[in-house]
């Protein structure tokens, strides 16, 4: 179920951005995937997430154009295992044998003990949301292939990155940041795009926004986590999906979502939404 194609895509489709010297993002159909390391400099770089199933060729094809013909990375870098962001990684590792890295809550997922819950196709929001069902929630078995992050907070292959446990759209979401240039990997933590959204989808138009609504199941941590990263106060952001963001408009609209984030980000309804009660509806 996880190689299956998902007949799903955006205007910003396979047009590279490169946001800074050594972080290149790479929208493939409706996510991102991101090369960490210097263009032209084939060995040091790192992939962090993996795409949409059936994109492994775009990817491979997109990593040789930066980096050099038969570039491979040093490792992969998981913010978090749904189906859009390891979907080409089981074709990726039978071409590149590197480390797979991600939380420790996030392995059971990856090592086949665990699946995500089932999308919720009931949660408010557009047609995205509802067509939600046809997603995989299954996880996949990368054996010893995929290791815990380590816990001094380091990113492998990732000099002056550390990773921040950043829960709420999955129990071991993690996202990356680097103090130096205040750079941010969000991952799903917050997005740029209207994930449920099938237009903006299409048209990437960017809105700073909560993780997509359809797949996130503990929506008090996903709170908290945002507020966590706006304090960090990151001078450019890279999503899991839209555009990247930057500057005084990210800072403005990050700040004013871990302010409004209840009503801002947090669905009316849907099976993971606490009624008043506090009990999940």
Same mark, same amino acid.
């Given at each position: 179920?996880?190689?299956?194609?998902? +007949?799903?895509?955006? !205007?910003?489709? /396979?047009?590279?951005?490169?946001? @800074? %010297?050594?972080?290149?993002?790479? $929208?493939?159909?409706?996510?991102?995937?991101?090369?960490?390391?210097?263009?032209?400099?084939?060995?040091?770089?790192?992939?962090?997430?993996?795409?949409?199933?059936?994109?492994?060729?775009?990817?491979?094809?997109?990593?040789?154009?930066?980096?050099?013909?038969?570039?491979?990375?040093?490792?992969?870098?998981?913010?978090?295992?749904?189906?859009?962001?390891?979907?080409?990684?089981?074709?990726?590792?039978?071409?590149?044998?590197?480390?797979?890295?991600?939380?420790?809550?996030?392995?059971?997922?990856?090592?086949?003990?665990?699946?995500?819950?089932?999308?919720?196709?009931?949660?408010?929001?557009?047609?995205?949301?509802?067509?939600?069902?046809?997603? +995989?929630?299954?996880? !996949?078995?990368? /054996?010893?292939?995929?290791?815990? @992050? %380590?816990?001094?907070?380091?990113? $492998?292959?990732?000099?002056?990155?550390?990773?921040?446990?950043?829960?709420?759209?999955?129990?071991?979401?993690?996202?990356?940041?680097?103090?130096?240039?205040?750079?941010?990997?969000?991952?799903?933590?917050?997005?740029?795009?209207?994930?449920?959204?099938?237009?903006?989808?299409?048209?990437?138009?960017?809105?700073?926004?909560?993780?997509?609504?359809?797949?996130?199941?503990?929506?008090?941590?996903?709170?908290?986590?945002?507020?966590?990263?706006?304090?960090?106060?990151?001078?450019?952001?890279?999503?899991?999906?839209?555009?990247?963001?930057?500057?005084?408009?990210?800072?403005?609209?990050?700040?004013?979502?871990?302010?409004?984030?209840?009503?801002?980000?947090?669905?009316?309804?849907?099976?993971?939404?606490?009624?008043?009660?506090?009990?999940?509806?």
């Amino acid at each position: 179920m996880q190689d299956k194609f998902i +007949p799903v895509t955006s !205007i910003s489709s /396979g047009i590279g951005i490169p946001v @800074l %010297p050594d972080l290149y993002c790479f $929208p493939i159909q409706v996510v991102n995937v991101l090369f960490a390391g210097t263009a032209g400099r084939r060995e040091g770089w790192v992939l962090i997430d993996a795409g949409m199933p059936g994109t492994a060729d775009d990817i491979v094809e997109a990593a040789e154009e930066r980096f050099g013909e038969g570039a491979g990375p040093e490792a992969v870098i998981l913010t978090h295992g749904h189906f859009d962001h390891i979907g080409a990684l089981g074709e990726l590792l039978k071409k590149w044998d590197v480390p797979v890295y991600a939380h420790e809550l996030e392995l059971p997922y990856l090592t086949g003990k665990k699946d995500y819950p089932e999308p919720d196709t009931t949660v408010e929001g557009g047609l995205v949301a509802k067509m939600s069902g046809m997603f +995989p929630n299954e996880g !996949i078995d990368l /054996g010893s292939r995929v290791n815990k @992050l %380590p816990e001094s907070g380091d990113v $492998p292959f990732m000099p002056g990155w550390r990773w921040i446990h950043t829960p709420g759209h999955t129990e071991g979401h993690v996202s990356l940041f680097r103090e130096e240039d205040r750079a941010m990997i969000a991952g799903d933590a917050f997005v740029t795009v209207r994930q449920d959204s099938l237009y903006k989808v299409l048209t990437q138009k960017q809105e700073l926004t909560g993780p997509p609504r359809y797949l996130t199941t503990d929506w008090e941590a996903a709170w908290k986590s945002v507020i966590e990263l706006e304090q960090l106060a990151p001078r450019v952001a890279v999503t899991g999906h839209g555009l990247p963001m930057t500057g005084e408009e990210l800072a403005t609209k990050l700040k004013i979502l871990s302010r409004t984030f209840d009503t801002a980000a947090i669905p009316d309804h849907g099976k993971f939404v606490k009624n008043t009660d506090g009990k999940q509806n």
